[in-house]
């Protein structure tokens, strides 16, 4: 009796510790109208709704992935649970701001003869941008160059 409630507590705070988790990275991340996530086609999250969607989800295979505005990219992979696996681990979606476009992929491989692979899991994740160089800093102020965010 007193194994299976010390197994149980032990149970519930993983869980809540999991859960703190996830809450975490969606408060510290902030979404637009503009974010959007295409799987298979459909839409699955938009706007702050992404931030309830952050992490790791199973799909039971997609080759077609479509990341709209800075704020979000998604990682598909080949393998379940988000591990990665040589070249079958894609990202997709850009942080570049001053780009309005989506960015569109169909997952594919192959050296001779390309073939679509499909993914097994994708991971969704706040876009982070690198930080500026102060010299970088200063030019772009100075409208001497055109800064673009890049993904990690």
Do not use: P
């Amino acid at each position: 009796m007193a194994r299976t409630l010390a197994a149980l507590l032990a149970a519930a705070l993983l869980g809540g510790a999991s859960g703190l988790l996830t809450g975490r990275l969606a408060a510290n991340a902030t979404f637009t109208v503009n974010d959007k996530v295409y799987v298979d086609g459909s839409l699955f999250a938009e706007s702050v709704a992404i931030g309830d969607n952050l992490g790791c989800t199973e799909h039971k295979g997609t080759s077609s992935f479509k990341v709209c505005g800075c704020g979000v990219k998604v990682v598909a992979h080949l393998m379940t649970e988000c591990q990665t696996y040589k070249q079958y681990d894609t990202q997709i979606g850009h942080c570049n701001c001053a780009n309005s476009g989506c960015d569109e992929k169909v997952l594919q491989s192959g050296y001779t003869s390309q073939f679509n692979w499909q993914a097994a899991s994708f991971e969704v994740t706040a876009a982070e941008r690198r930080q500026q160089t102060s010299f970088r800093a200063r030019r772009a102020r100075a409208g001497r160059l055109s800064v673009h965010a890049t993904c990690n």
